[in-house]
Structures are given as C-alpha cells and as structure tokens.
DNA sequence: GGGCTAATTGTAATAATGTTGCATTTAGCC
DNA sequence: GGCTAAATGCAACATTATTACAATTAGCCC
C-alpha cells in the first residue's frame, strides 16, 4: 500500500509531499517496471504534471529506502512488495504481459551466498531476475 | 581469447573487421564492464577511434552471439567467458575494484528454475548478479 | 487559522546516451 | 586487382540524465 510507504517515509523523517505520493500511487498500480520518464507520461496523461527532475530524486530516495527497486535488465523502476533476506531481491519478469513478482526465499539465497563464497566473493546485495512466462501467460 | 571469439562471428558469417576485433580486445583487457561510450574514450585515449554508432551495432552483435553480456545493475558490456547453463548467467561484481567474474553452476541454476517452477513461473532466462568483495578486495 | 523554515520541487541549461537514414569504406570472394 | 554485400562513418536528431539555483510547500510553532 502506497499508505505504508508514506508511514515508512515520515518515520524516517521525509515529507509526505503530493509528487510522492503521485509516484508511488503509479508504481502501485502499474506493477511493471517504469523508467522515470514512463512515470512523467503516465501522470501527464492524467493531467497532474512533475518534472522530471523531481522523479529522478524520488526514485532516488525510494530505492535508498528500500521501497522501490531498479530492475536489472530494463533499468526500470518497480515498487518493492518484500523485505530484501539476506540482502537478496528476486524477481520474476513476464515476457509476455511485462508483469513483474517479486518473491524470496531464505534458503535459496544462503546457498546462493555460500556458493559464492566457495570462489572467495563476499556477497553483501544480490540481485537476481527471472525472465519467461507467468502462469497465465503460460496457459495461453 | 579474442581469436576464439572472431573465429565464432566468422564461422555465423560475419566478418573480421578491425572495429569488431577493437572491441574485442577493450573487453578482454577491461574485465570490467563498459559501457559503449566508456569503449569508445578508451579507444580514443589510445589512438583509435570508433563512431559509436559502429560500437553499438557491434555489442548487439556479440551479444545476439553470446560472446558478450550486459550486465544487470549497471548497463555495461563484459566479454562472457562461459556458456549460460541451463539459460543461466551468473555475475560477481567486486564493489571496491570493479572487476567482474562470470561463473555456473548447473545444479543452483536447476533449483533456482525449480522454485520459479513452485509460483507457476516458466523461466526462459536467469540472470543472477552478486555484489560485493571480491577475494583480493576482502583481505585489506 | 497564519507565519516560519528547512526540505522539497520546479526551471533552465547542459551533458550524456541512443537511434535512424544514408553515404562511404572494406573484408572476403572470384 | 576488381567486385559486391556487409560493415562502418557521418549527420542529424531523440531520449535520458545531471547540475545549480530560484520558487514553493509540508510540518511545526504559536
């Protein structure tokens, strides 16, 4: 809920300011990965206009704060819906639909960490993205 | 080696040519990875010059090839040194020395495609990035 | 509610990155 | 060496990203 993002905001002494609510709500919504200029062209389709600059810096401080995330292949900017485990986000990227999943598991990721750990690598973050089909696409 | 990667563009048809083999040769020696226009200020600083326009059209080549990869977080090209198992290319990025080092494992690539599997998830290609201290980096 | 102030956003100018169509050059072939 | 398709270079343009500074506003006080 882009309620919770606002809280987690102001927790962290942000302001609740109207452009960032307007980002969030078309994260929200969109569940596909946006770049920051998709965000510009979809609220100015719907009349409300932010510059540019302003969604750069958000989507700055959203991903700082671990409530947005850039995805890997596009560059693209989606909502997180998960807490990072083990600093490891995962995500799921419909071909077809362009739906994104974020999704985690605790176990996966320590192996993941482990493994690298074997070559000698340190893991602090970890990034990891599926691309196929989602289970409706697949049935089509 | 850059010899066996002319030999894979000259075996698919296409030609040896001197860009092609600058290119080449950027990204073997760079082991980071570069992005088109960081290719072409190497190249530059060394005497050579390439429109990038032709580094462009080139990196797409390697890539539809998969003699080179782009990476996730940061956009940039790196020569690929192994075949993607099972759809799967993994990367660790060294956060303090930049250097890149591609690795796989088919057993972690199959339960990581499994586990996609469990959400109804038919993975095609897996792209997996770790971020951290390299062995070397870790020890100072 | 109105005023205050630091945080935030907007503006303008510029830099950097990508793309397209067409002219020129070149690798691989005879 | 000459031929031709493939590849590169060029020019113009579109898109995306960054910076410094001016204008606005959210959150706080009374």
């Given amino acids: 809920m882009v309620q919770d993002s606002i809280r987690t905001l102001q927790a962290q002494g942000h302001k609740a300011t109207k452009p960032r609510k307007l980002v969030l709500e078309v994260l929200e919504e969109t569940e596909k990965p946006l770049s920051p200029y998709d965000i510009k062209r979809i609220l100015r389709a719907r009349g409300k206009y932010l510059n540019h600059v302003t969604i750069y810096r958000i989507l ?78 697949y049935r089509k």
């Fill in 60 to 137: 700055n401080l959203l991903c700082s704060l671990n409530l947005a995330h850039k995805m890997l292949s596009s560059g693209g900017f989606v909502k997180c819906s998960l807490d990072a485990i083990e600093g490891c986000h995962r995500f799921m990227v419909c071909q077809h639909c362009g739906a994104i999943q974020e999704f985690a598991d605790k176990e996966l990721c320590q192996e993941e960490n482990d493994f690298a750990q074997n070559f000698g690598f340190h893991t602090e973050h970890h990034l990891s993205e599926f691309s196929g089909l989602c289970s409706q696409c």
